[in-house]
């Protein structure tokens, strides 16, 4: 395990790559609401502008199947776990590749996960890793989500940032630990360690 500081980017890298046009979340929502953008598009909204997401190979999918598995058998209850929802965020509609969410009575049937739902959101990065580094880690940690793991698989490691700043001109976690095969990630939730993971679970 080691720690690694990141400077704070200010461009983000999805205007380079593939915005499509911004939009306020209000905007956003009700044209998802009228089927304007739908599931086909693989799109999310990222500090209000529309952006296509990053295409998803074999080793990400088969990563995300054992990320499930091993999260299904550590969540304690009151705690689900959400594969590529919507996450209601100030400027933003992220879709994680998971978030682990507090259970909600109408299963968020009527409202998507705020960062207040939310102790846990994971990217599974190769193609997407310097959005998942740079943007993603701006983007929740301005929206104080307690912790976001990002599964490097060029690297074949964990990253977890801890610490969020909120808002502020450079948002950005204070923590960022590196794990690695022979490392254990420790889950928590509400502050509290509930099991740590093997990487080499979480690794193909």
């Known amino acids: 395990m080691s720690a690694v500081l990141t400077a704070a980017p200010f461009?983000?890298?999805?205007?380079?790559e593939a915005s499509i046009a911004k939009f306020s979340t209000e905007r956003y929502d009700r044209m998802v609401g009228a089927g304007i953008f739908t599931p086909d598009d693989d799109v999310?909204?990222?500090?209000?502008?529309?952006?296509l997401k990053m295409p998803k190979n074999p080793a990400h999918d088969?990563?995300?199947?054992?990320?499930?598995?091993?999260?299904?058998?550590?969540?304690?209850?009151?705690w689900d776990i959400r594969e590529q929802g919507t996450l209601a965020l100030s400027d933003s509609r992220p879709e994680p590749d998971f978030a682990v969410v507090r259970e909600d009575p109408a299963d968020y049937t009527t409202r998507h996960p705020t960062p207040d739902d939310t102790a846990l959101v994971i990217e599974v990065a190769n193609a997407s890793l310097l959005r998942d580094q740079r943007d993603k880690a701006r983007i929740y940690a301005?929206?104080?989500?307690a912790c976001y793991?990002?599964?490097?698989?060029?690297?074949?490691?964990?990253?977890?940032?801890?610490?969020?700043?909120?808002?502020?001109?450079?948002?950005?976690?204070?923590?960022v630990q590196n794990y690695t095969p022979g490392d254990a990630v420790p889950l928590?939730?509400?502050g509290t360690t509930v099991t740590s993971i093997p990487v080499a679970d979480l690794l193909p």
């Open 11 to 16: 461009t983000p890298t999805f205007l380079n």
């Open 44 to 51: 999310e909204l990222l500090e209000n502008y529309v952006v």
């Open 62 to 78: 088969g990563t995300a199947l054992r990320i499930r598995k091993r999260l299904s058998r550590a969540l304690p209850t009151g």
């Open 142 to 145: 301005r929206a104080n989500v």
């Open 149 to 175: 793991w990002i599964i490097n698989l060029e690297e074949r490691r964990v990253e977890v940032h801890t610490q969020p700043s909120g808002p502020g001109a450079a948002p950005a976690y204070a923590s």
């Open 188 to 190: 928590v939730l509400d």
